[in-house]
């Protein structure tokens, strides 16, 4: 695998919110950081594709996979050595990955794919579409959140990853990934 898209090596236990956009991820990660007193990743992809808007009015397309990429695990390995115990990341590469796939290039860049599949996250918690939708510059597709929501769960499926479906309110979302977290941090000796 391409080294600027391989994780730094480390002991943390590691989180990934994953679904189909305008699902909660952002608000969930900041929560569970903050009650776990660590940080969280943000997604890179949010930035990146709004500045492309803003300069160019364009929106995401094929050529963003690697920069993309890039700058999400950058972030992610930047954080590494400030995270207590265990890492919350916004977003991963196979959420990348499975975007490309469906939204805007059918093709994916080999070494993309290969980091996607060998990175290693503990546990990723699929965010269901019982929120509301929230437009903004960069949002796509609000008609296609069910078939988007399938098709990230198929991939989590297919790729074998461990994950935990979070569906309800905010509170409830948030006590199924603590119980599911506090199983991680006991099974590691940290609680």
Same mark, same amino acid.
């Given at each position: 695998?391409?080294?600027?898209?391989?994780? @730094?090596?480390?002991?943390?236990?590691?989180?990934?919110?994953?679904?189909?956009?305008?699902?909660?991820?952002?608000?969930?990660?900041?929560?569970?950081? &903050?009650?776990?007193?660590?940080?969280?990743?943000?997604?890179?992809?949010?930035?990146?594709?709004?500045?492309?808007?803003?300069?160019?009015?364009?929106?995401?397309?094929?050529?963003? @996979?690697?920069?993309?990429?890039?700058?999400?695990?950058?972030?992610? *390995?930047?954080?590494?050595? +400030?995270?207590?115990?265990? @890492?919350?990341?916004?977003?991963?590469?196979?959420?990348?990955?499975?975007?490309?796939? *469906?939204?805007?290039?059918?093709?994916?860049? #080999?070494?993309?794919?290969?980091?996607?599949?060998?990175?290693?996250?503990?546990?990723?918690?699929? !965010?269901?579409?019982?929120?509301?939708?929230?437009?903004?510059?960069? &949002?796509?597709?609000?008609?296609?959140?069910?078939?988007?929501?399938?098709?990230?769960?198929?991939?989590?499926? +297919?790729? *074998? +990853? #461990?994950?935990?479906?979070?569906?309800?309110?905010?509170? !409830? &979302?948030?006590?199924?990934?603590?119980?599911?977290?506090? +199983?991680?941090?006991?099974?590691?000796?940290?609680?």
């Amino acid at each position: 695998m391409e080294k600027a898209l391989k994780q @730094q090596p480390s002991n943390l236990i590691k989180v990934v919110l994953f679904g189909p956009e305008s699902t909660g991820k952002t608000t969930i990660s900041r929560k569970l950081a &903050r009650h776990y007193n660590t940080v969280w990743v943000q997604e890179y992809a949010r930035e990146y594709l709004q500045k492309k808007w803003n300069n160019k009015r364009k929106l995401c397309d094929g050529s963003d @996979q690697l920069p993309i990429a890039y700058g999400q695990i950058k972030l992610e *390995n930047e954080l590494v050595k +400030k995270s207590d115990k265990i @890492q919350f990341c916004d977003t991963d590469l196979l959420e990348t990955v499975v975007y490309f796939e *469906n939204y805007y290039d059918k093709t994916i860049d #080999p070494i993309l794919k290969k980091a996607a599949l060998e990175n290693h996250y503990d546990l990723y918690l699929l !965010t269901y579409i019982d929120t509301p939708w929230e437009a903004d510059d960069i &949002r796509e597709n609000p008609d296609q959140r069910k078939e988007m929501f399938e098709t990230f769960e198929f991939a989590l499926k +297919k790729y *074998n +990853k #461990p994950y935990v479906l979070l569906k309800g309110s905010l509170e !409830t &979302r948030l006590k199924i990934a603590v119980k599911e977290i506090d +199983k991680l941090l006991k099974k590691k000796g940290y609680l």
